[in-house]
């Protein structure tokens, strides 16, 4: 009889496997229970970093046609087996501070349906991951440069309205209970919106500050048009409910 997995990785790559190959990397080093990594190309790519990593317990999934962030971990979960289903950014690294027994500690509390670990930049900088709902005040102030964090992290795990998806580790029932993720996004807002579909379902999101992720941001909707355009898009959509 094969060992149950506990934790499915989703991660989806457009064109990253540069930044892939440092995070599955990161696997080979850190300690974890049994796990599996779902791996989604979601345009053609060169695949030969995937082969360095052979030993890691790797599935790819090939995309035809691009699918937005939602469509693919949606996706992704529903070939996966873990009990629990964590979403991953390409840009995301696992350093030493980092352990995946605090994150699944919390959900000892059965009424914890999503924990996230504390983001830090690649500087030690940490970062606003974990924010208030978002509302046209807050988008607004946030628009004019009024960049202050919504929580004061304490030093044990605690409860936020939403948290970034460059990081969420998922209960799979709680996932499912929610139907996953609003497709209508394709990109942007839909971390906000399946907090907030949680909550509205008794679940909670936590995050646990003593664990750490580093996110180098890419901050491609400053860059490029048509991620701005999606930005916009999605929160008119959010806080619309179009």
Known sequence: MSTPLVISFSIVSHGQGHLIDKLLGDFTRIVLPPYEII????IAEDETF??????????????????GFGANHNAALAAAEGSFFAVVNPDIRLSDAFAIGPLLSTFDNLGVGLCAPAIHSSDGQLQDSARKFPTVIRLLNRKLGCRDPDYVYPRVPF??????GMFMLFRHEAFRSVDGFDERFFMYFEDADICARMRDGGWKVVVHPLVIAIHDAQRASRRDWQHLRWHVRSSIRYLTGW
Request: proline share 4%; hydrophobic share 55%; glycine share 0%.
């Open 50 to 67: 995937i082969a360095r990593h052979a030993n890691l317990p790797v599935q790819i999934i090939r995309n035809d046609v691009a699918k």
């Open 159 to 164: 409860e936020v309205d939403w948290v970034a």
């Open 39 to 42: 791996l989604t190309l979601n």
